[in-house]
T-cell receptor, first 110, second 115 residues
Framework: GQQLNQSPQSMFIQEGEDVSMNCTSSSIFNTWLWYKQDPGEGPVLLIALYKAGELTSNGRLTAQFGITRKDSFLNISASIPSDVGIYFCAGQRGAQKLVFGQGTRLTINP | GAGVSQSPSNKVTEKGKDVELRCDPISGHTALYWYRQRLGQGLEFLIYFQGNSAPDKSGLPSDRFSAERTGESVSTLTIQRTQQEDSAVYLC?????????????FGPGTRLTVL
């Protein structure tokens, strides 16, 4: 099935560093979402973006909905150990299924 | 209140057997989604139920896959004659309605292993 192009696939950083990951698509989405998944759990929504150009923050997380509606990025500032996990972007058109990226696995060295 | 629950949490089966996976959505949520997540991959949409409307089955990979939902409650995903390629985590999500402004809440998933 269709998936978004998410990069990087994995990141190994030191605690306290900032993190940036992004997602691109060949087609337009009306909504961009960022989820985090911990082992053995379902994804949990972090940030939802509903408008092209929108920049939204949730604590140390900041995400932007690209102006072309074909891309989005997620930044995490001052990373802490509990940020470890897999981050997924997802696009949505109207009342439809979510289309997911392949995920970015974040590992933090204390 | 309780979140989305799924059962079983793990299922190991032999190739060729049928399996049934269950999802209990959040009470009051009219929309229910099934996704499949292969190892190291993102989630792939399978099927979507919204109220009494005909389900969107566009993501089902073959006619061995089917799903039912009783009203606005429990859903069952059935895989017939399982193949090794069906091994994956099957995730269910529910939302208040099917609109894009309604957050999809995910269950913990059922890990299916086909030997």
């Amino acid at each position: 099935g269709q998936q978004l192009n998410q990069s990087p696939q994995s990141m190994f950083i030191q605690e306290g560093e900032d993190v940036s990951m992004n997602c691109t698509s060949s087609s337009i989405f009306n909504t961009w979402l960022w989820y985090k998944q911990d082992p053995g759990e379902g994804p949990v929504l972090l940030i939802a973006l509903y408008k092209a150009g929108e920049l939204t923050s949730n604590g140390r997380l900041t995400a932007q909905f690209g102006i072309t509606r074909k891309d989005s990025f997620l930044n995490i500032s001052a990373s802490i150990p509990s940020d470890v996990g897999i981050y997924f972007c997802a696009g949505q058109r109207g009342a439809q299924k979510l289309v997911f990226g392949q995920g970015t696995r974040l590992t933090i060295n204390p | 209140g309780a979140g989305v629950s799924q059962s079983p949490s793990n299922k190991v089966t032999e190739k060729g057997k049928d399996v049934e996976l269950r999802c209990d959505p959040i009470s009051g949520h009219t929309a229910l989604y099934w996704y499949r997540q292969r190892l190291g991959q993102g989630l792939e949409f399978l099927i979507y139920f919204q109220g009494n409307s005909a389900p969107d089955k566009s993501g089902l990979p073959s006619d061995r896959f089917s799903a039912e939902r009783t009203g606005e409650s429990v859903s069952t995903l059935t895989i017939q004659r399982t193949q090794q390629e069906d091994s994956a985590v099957y995730l269910c999500a529910s939302s208040l309605s099917g609109g894009s402004a309604n957050t999809q809440y995910f269950g913990p998933g059922t890990r299916l292993t086909v030997l």
